[in-house]
């Protein structure tokens, strides 16, 4: 098992670009996760999908949109990229069986905006 | 929302030393989890607690529901321990993770 995989690992973008950030996870897992997180700071949610077919705001939804492709993919758009989306970014997934739906992470992507 | 507090922010130990962090919360939570994120920015599940106390190895983890609490125990601390630990916890109800701000931990040899 992979587990979470995300890409690209680096980007680098100029403002106002376009890009999308891919995850996937082979655990059969039903709820997916965007997080950021800033240099020196914890991670902040950004959208989740509960399960198949639902997306969900989290605390940091504005400049993102998120697509859940099929149960196994998770995808992170930014439309017009902004020096302020500069920031490391982590995909999770979490099982929703009871007693085993704890989150596991993906290594994250690192993007910078000038 | 829920608000989650992590304390102490900072800590620097002599290896072999012990420590105890400190996960608070303002709310009922469905789930806790406490990770490591070493230098290298890999989040590493450590616990899956969100009631009673485990035990992996140096480290141990006792949660208190009742009283919106959470303790993460390292014993006998090695250079490797060294990192950013975090607790999470889920909303109930909405599935959404919050993540306290982390404590960073130092261990020198």
């Known amino acids: 098992n992979a587990g979470v995989t995300q890409t690209p690992k680096f980007q680098v973008l100029k403002t106002g670009q376009s890009m999308t950030l891919q995850c996937a996870q082979d655990m059969n897992h039903n709820s997916m996760y965007w997080y950021r997180q800033d240099p020196g700071m914890g991670l902040r949610l950004i959208y989740y999908s509960a399960s198949e077919g639902t997306t969900d705001k989290g605390e940091v939804p504005n400049g993102y949109n998120v697509s859940r492709l099929n149960k196994r993919e998770f995808s992170l758009r930014l439309e017009s990229a902004a020096p302020s989306q500069t920031s490391v970014y982590f995909c999770?997934?979490?099982?929703?069986?009871?007693?085993?739906?704890?989150?596991?992470f993906g290594p994250g992507t690192r993007l910078t905006v000038l | 929302g829920i608000q989650v507090e992590q304390s102490p922010p900072d800590l620097i130990l002599q290896e072999g030393a012990n420590s105890t962090l400190r996960c608070n919360f303002s709310d009922s939570v469905n789930n806790l989890q406490w990770f490591h994120q070493n230098p290298w920015g890999q989040l590493i599940n450590l616990f899956y607690?969100?009631?009673g106390t485990k035990q992996n190895g140096r480290l141990s983890a006792t949660t208190v529901a009742t009283e919106r609490y959470s303790l993460l125990y390292i014993s006998s601390s090695q250079t490797t321990d060294s990192g950013v630990y975090f607790c999470?916890?889920?909303?109930?109800?909405?599935?959404?993770?919050?993540f306290g701000t982390g404590t960073r931990l130092k261990v020198l040899a």
């Open positions: 999470a916890v889920e909303d109930r109800g909405t599935y959404k993770y919050i």
């Open positions: 607690i969100p009631s």
């Open positions: 999770a997934s979490r099982s929703r069986l009871a007693g085993y739906n704890e989150q596991f």
